[in-house]
């Protein structure tokens, strides 16, 4: 294991040592230290699940750390994991949901945030003015009176950044997740530009992206985590892309030859039953996919890579360009009844907001979505209603057994069953899941599995989007990796593995920010 230590004479803007945090039986973080100087652009990197987040939601204090770490702020002792600290510490952060009302106009957002002395009696003008100017000075023309639903995702991000930048002093730190997952190429280097102008002027920045070229173009120094410990810190002029990648898979990477058939789109003699055509939205770019009955295609990708914006975008849930089919008959964009009536069965990543009725019972969940089974001389049947859940809780096998219990006191594993089941009692033609076992234990992700595998067998057409590469492996006949919003590879067959996978993501790509410094844009490790 490489152990290159960068070093500076300066006490550093933030230094971390032993910082560790456990989730039940799981180590997120394991004893990590970190220093991150002055005038310096620090990169994170590592896979999902690495400890990236874990590490931002310490920082900013949704988290508190393990017992045992020890953490400074220019050579001031730190309480890590307290928001309030973060705050006096000079700490600012852009997370990837951004934090913005969408309800409130731009210079609304700004100054909700920002210390008494820039609000203090100040009228609707001056806020204006004010959160006019701070735009400005990094490049953005954005009207502060729009309200922020209204704005392009490359604008709200703008918002996001800026007003953590603004205000009487300079901050300390500034940490952004992935700040570039919903910028196109442009907008993605104004932001560069901003982020080299404000360590130029002595401020320092923690940034964490999929994006490994970003990362080479933009950091001055890199910190990779694997499994939640370092695996070393070094200069981004000392490594070559695939170098970086070796270090955050833990192995070598697999030669790619041009005649690699993973690379060519699997074929079948069977007609699609559902067709994805141009689709363009949000993070996807002229996407065109093909599912088969009794098929499994799962797709693939980092954040920012397009895969978040899919499943969506088929089953309905987003207005989109390009064209859906199933069966040949094309679903209108945006539409989610026309999709549900024309067969399709959608589970949101997001269930307890997006999927499950909280309040109401399993009983209620789980029949819902086809009442008409259930009712005689078009009224519902209690009695009918009670023997069709107990048979689908004893498929399912949740636990405990109770129909009548409400849904939010039942763990996420058997929320996630309950949701999958009221969609499999439907019969659908083509079932569409985004992150189906996200936050659920072993056991209730094997029942999913099993669930998702045998909807293909019973004739399903399954398409399934997931940030875990072992779930894609396990129910997949085919894996679309999606790479800067785009496909990238297809891979079938016995390339459908978890390593293939993981390389795939991670390879480079044609484009990315050049240094002002000159580094060499590909530099050899």
């Not at 770490?69 to 510490?89: I, M, P, Q, R, W």
């Not at 955050?248 to 005649?259: C, D, H, K, Q």
Request: aromatic share 2%; net charge negative.
């Amino acid at each position: 294991m490489m152990s290159t230590t960068v070093s500076s004479a300066a006490e550093p803007v933030l230094s971390l040592r032993g910082v560790s945090k456990t989730f039940g039986a799981q180590r997120a973080l394991d004893s990590l230290d970190l220093d991150i100087h002055q005038g310096e652009i620090h990169a994170v990197v590592g896979q999902n699940g690495c400890g990236k987040s874990t590490l931002v939601k310490l920082l900013g204090g949704y988290h508190t750390p393990d017992p045992g770490s020890e953490t400074a702020v220019k050579g001031e002792l730190f309480d890590l994991g307290s928001a309030s600290a973060a705050n006096a510490a000079g700490l600012r952060f852009v997370h990837q949901d951004l934090g913005l009302i969408d309800e409130l106009s731009v210079a609304e957002n700004f100054f909700m945030m920002a210390d008494q002395a820039w609000v203090s009696r100040i009228s609707k003008a001056d806020e204006w003015s004010r959160a006019g100017r701070a735009l400005e000075e990094f490049g953005y023309e954005i009207d502060p009176r729009a309200l922020v639903g209204s704005l392009t995702a490359a604008q709200r991000t703008a918002v996001a950044i800026v007003r953590a930048l603004s205000g009487e002093d300079r901050p300390a730190l500034l940490v952004l997740d992935e700040p570039t997952a919903s910028l196109a190429g442009p907008d993605a280097q104004l932001l560069f530009d901003a982020l080299r102008r404000l360590t130029a002027a002595g401020g320092s920045v923690l940034f964490i992206s999929h994006h490994l070229d970003e990362v080479m173009g933009l950091a001055d120094t890199i910190t990779v985590v694997r499994d939640g410990r370092k695996v070393t810190t070094v200069m981004s002029r000392d490594l070559s892309h695939d170098r970086l990648v070796e270090l955050m898979l833990g192995r070598a990477l697999t030669p790619r030859s041009e005649s690699d058939s993973s690379a060519m789109p699997g074929t079948s003699d069977v007609v699609p039953r559902l067709s994805v055509r141009g689709v363009s939205i949000g993070g996807l770019r002229a996407l065109d996919l093909d599912v088969r009955p009794g098929e499994v295609l799962g797709v693939a990708g980092l954040t920012g890579s397009g895969r978040e914006d899919l499943a969506g975008a088929v089953a309905g849930q987003t207005r989109h360009s390009g064209e859906v089919t199933i069966d040949g008959k094309a679903i209108r964009p945006g539409d989610p009844a026309a999709s549900l009536a024309s067969g399709l069965g959608y589970a949101p990543a997001e269930r307890r907001r997006d999927a499950l009725l909280s309040t109401a019972t399993l009983r209620e969940n789980l029949t819902i979505a086809d009442l008409r089974s259930v009712s005689r001389a078009r009224r519902l049947s209690r009695r009918l209603e009670r023997k069709e859940t107990q048979k689908w809780m004893e498929a399912l096998d949740v636990r405990p057994p109770m129909q009548e219990r409400a849904i939010d006191q039942f763990s996420g594993g058997n929320q996630q069953k309950v949701v999958l089941g009221r969609l499999l009692r439907t019969r659908p033609r083509v079932l569409v899941l985004d992150e189906p076992t996200q936050g659920v234990d072993v056991g209730a992700k094997a029942t999913i599995h099993d669930l998702v595998v045998g909807a293909a067998a019973a004739g399903a057409a399954v398409l399934v989007c997931s940030s875990d590469v072992e779930e894609l492996v396990q129910v997949s006949t085919r894996v679309l990796v999606l790479r800067r919003k785009s496909p990238s590879t297809e891979l079938i067959g016995t390339d459908v593995t978890v390593e293939r996978i993981e390389e795939e993501q991670l390879r480079p790509t044609e484009v990315r920010p050049t240094n002002d410094a000159g580094r060499d844009s590909d530099p050899q490790g």
